[in-house]
Protein backbone atom coordinates (compact mmCIF):
# COMPACT_ATOMS: atom_id res chain seq x y z
CA UNK A 1 0.00 0.00 0.00
CA UNK A 2 1.51 3.37 -1.16
CA UNK A 3 -0.95 5.46 0.06
CA UNK A 4 -4.24 5.07 2.26
CA UNK A 5 -6.70 7.65 4.19
CA UNK A 6 -9.55 5.53 6.15
CA UNK A 7 -12.33 7.96 5.78
CA UNK A 8 -13.12 8.21 9.28
CA UNK A 9 -10.95 6.95 12.43
CA UNK A 10 -12.48 4.42 14.94
CA UNK A 11 -12.35 6.84 18.11
CA UNK A 12 -15.55 9.16 17.17
CA UNK A 13 -17.70 5.51 18.52
CA UNK A 14 -16.85 6.96 21.34
CA UNK A 15 -18.70 9.73 21.26
CA UNK A 16 -21.86 8.10 22.30
CA UNK A 17 -21.24 6.35 25.76
CA UNK A 18 -19.08 9.26 26.58
CA UNK A 19 -22.30 11.88 26.21
CA UNK A 20 -24.34 8.95 27.96
CA UNK A 21 -21.93 8.91 31.00
CA UNK A 22 -21.31 12.60 31.45
CA UNK A 23 -25.79 12.57 31.12
CA UNK A 24 -25.84 9.73 33.95
CA UNK A 25 -22.61 11.68 35.81
CA UNK A 26 -24.89 14.95 36.10
CA UNK A 27 -28.41 13.08 36.74
CA UNK A 28 -26.48 11.47 39.68
CA UNK A 29 -25.05 15.04 41.06
CA UNK A 30 -28.31 16.89 40.89
CA UNK A 31 -29.88 14.71 43.68
CA UNK A 32 -32.29 13.71 41.81
CA UNK A 33 -32.91 9.66 40.76
CA UNK A 34 -31.14 7.77 37.92
CA UNK A 35 -31.76 5.78 35.63
CA UNK A 36 -28.75 4.01 34.39
CA UNK A 37 -30.85 1.68 31.88
CA UNK A 38 -31.93 4.27 30.09
CA UNK A 39 -28.59 5.98 29.96
CA UNK A 40 -27.19 2.93 28.89
CA UNK A 41 -29.44 2.66 25.69
CA UNK A 42 -28.58 6.49 25.01
CA UNK A 43 -25.04 5.22 24.86
CA UNK A 44 -25.82 2.26 23.02
CA UNK A 45 -27.94 3.73 20.65
CA UNK A 46 -25.36 6.83 19.84
CA UNK A 47 -23.00 4.24 19.49
CA UNK A 48 -24.76 2.17 17.53
CA UNK A 49 -25.77 5.30 15.21
CA UNK A 50 -22.00 6.45 15.17
CA UNK A 51 -21.26 2.83 13.72
CA UNK A 52 -22.87 3.43 10.60
CA UNK A 53 -21.78 6.86 10.06
CA UNK A 54 -18.15 5.30 10.48
CA UNK A 55 -18.75 2.31 7.91
CA UNK A 56 -20.49 4.53 5.75
CA UNK A 57 -17.37 6.88 5.88
CA UNK A 58 -14.63 4.38 5.34
CA UNK A 59 -16.38 2.68 2.83
CA UNK A 60 -17.51 5.79 0.35
CA UNK A 61 -14.52 7.91 1.37
CA UNK A 62 -11.32 5.60 1.71
CA UNK A 63 -8.53 6.51 -0.38
CA UNK A 64 -6.04 3.79 -1.32
CA UNK A 65 -2.74 3.46 -3.97
CA UNK A 66 -1.51 0.20 -4.20
CA UNK A 67 0.68 -0.92 -6.77
CA UNK A 68 -1.16 -1.25 -9.30
CA UNK A 69 -4.61 0.52 -9.11
CA UNK A 70 -5.98 4.04 -7.03
CA UNK A 71 -9.21 3.09 -5.18
CA UNK A 72 -11.84 6.42 -4.85
CA UNK A 73 -14.71 4.63 -2.38
CA UNK A 74 -15.68 1.72 -4.06
CA UNK A 75 -14.61 2.50 -7.63
CA UNK A 76 -11.03 1.24 -9.02
CA UNK A 77 -8.75 3.35 -11.77
CA UNK A 78 -6.05 0.69 -12.99
CA UNK A 79 -2.76 2.60 -12.31
CA UNK A 80 -1.99 1.45 -16.14
CA UNK A 81 -4.80 3.74 -17.53
CA UNK A 82 -3.26 7.54 -16.29
CA UNK A 83 -1.31 8.96 -18.47
CA UNK A 84 -0.49 11.86 -16.58
CA UNK A 85 -0.83 13.52 -12.85
CA UNK A 86 0.85 16.41 -13.31
CA UNK A 87 -0.41 19.96 -15.45
CA UNK A 88 -3.99 18.68 -15.83
CA UNK A 89 -6.70 21.16 -16.28
CA UNK A 90 -9.96 19.70 -15.49
CA UNK A 91 -13.09 21.77 -17.36
CA UNK A 92 -16.13 22.01 -15.44
CA UNK A 93 -17.82 18.83 -15.73
CA UNK A 94 -15.12 16.93 -15.57
CA UNK A 95 -16.52 13.35 -13.68
CA UNK A 96 -15.28 12.61 -10.28
CA UNK A 97 -13.65 9.40 -9.06
CA UNK A 98 -15.76 7.58 -6.79
CA UNK A 99 -18.90 7.78 -8.08
CA UNK A 100 -20.13 11.35 -6.33
CA UNK A 101 -21.36 14.07 -8.12
CA UNK A 102 -18.65 16.18 -6.66
CA UNK A 103 -15.37 16.43 -4.83
CA UNK A 104 -16.05 15.70 -0.72
CA UNK A 105 -16.26 18.62 1.34
CA UNK A 106 -12.77 19.02 2.78
CA UNK A 107 -10.88 16.96 0.29
CA UNK A 108 -8.55 17.92 -2.61
CA UNK A 109 -9.27 17.80 -6.20
CA UNK A 110 -6.65 15.89 -7.94
CA UNK A 111 -7.12 15.99 -11.85
CA UNK A 112 -6.21 13.37 -13.62
CA UNK A 113 -5.49 12.48 -17.49
CA UNK A 114 -6.54 8.60 -18.44
CA UNK A 115 -4.34 7.14 -21.31
CA UNK A 116 -7.77 7.62 -23.45
CA UNK A 117 -7.11 11.91 -23.48
CA UNK A 118 -10.30 11.60 -20.44
CA UNK A 119 -9.72 14.27 -17.53
CA UNK A 120 -11.26 12.70 -14.47
CA UNK A 121 -11.16 14.16 -10.72
CA UNK A 122 -9.91 11.97 -8.12
CA UNK A 123 -9.48 13.51 -4.39
CA UNK A 124 -7.42 12.95 -1.05
CA UNK A 125 -7.40 15.18 1.93
CA UNK A 126 -3.68 15.42 1.29
CA UNK A 127 -3.74 16.30 -2.50
CA UNK A 128 0.03 16.71 -2.97
CA UNK A 129 0.24 13.25 -1.13
CA UNK A 130 -2.10 11.46 -3.37
CA UNK A 131 -0.10 13.15 -6.30
CA UNK A 132 3.11 11.80 -5.30
CA UNK A 133 2.06 8.22 -4.64
CA UNK A 134 0.39 8.03 -7.74
CA UNK A 135 3.90 9.01 -9.42
CA UNK A 136 5.99 6.64 -7.29
CA UNK A 137 3.22 3.90 -8.30
CA UNK A 138 3.61 4.46 -11.48
CA UNK A 139 7.71 5.27 -11.87
CA UNK A 140 6.97 8.42 -13.03
CA UNK A 141 8.71 11.67 -12.61
CA UNK A 142 7.41 14.95 -13.13
CA UNK A 143 6.78 15.36 -16.88
CA UNK A 144 8.72 12.24 -18.42
CA UNK A 145 8.16 9.07 -18.77
CA UNK A 146 4.44 8.47 -19.51
CA UNK A 147 3.03 7.03 -22.33
CA UNK A 148 1.63 10.45 -23.56
CA UNK A 149 4.89 12.07 -23.63
CA UNK A 150 6.46 9.02 -25.62
CA UNK A 151 3.71 9.34 -27.93
CA UNK A 152 3.67 13.03 -28.05
CA UNK A 153 7.47 13.11 -29.37
CA UNK A 154 7.17 9.89 -32.08
CA UNK A 155 9.14 7.77 -29.71
CA UNK A 156 6.74 4.65 -28.73
CA UNK A 157 3.95 5.32 -30.99
CA UNK A 158 3.66 3.49 -34.37
CA UNK A 159 3.96 5.16 -37.42
CA UNK A 160 1.42 6.19 -39.84
CA UNK A 161 1.57 6.58 -43.67
CA UNK A 162 3.82 9.37 -44.53
CA UNK A 163 3.57 11.42 -48.14
Known amino acids: MRYHENGASGWALTWGPLFAL ?42 RVTDDALWLGGERLALADIAEVDDVDAPLGTRV ?24 LA ?21 TGNSADREASGDGGTETGTA
Open 97 to 120: LGGALGVPRTFCEVPLRLSDGAVV
Open 123 to 143: WARDGAALREALREAAGRTEG
Open 22 to 63: SGYGLELFSGAGTNAVLWLSVGAGLAALTALWVYARRRFLSV
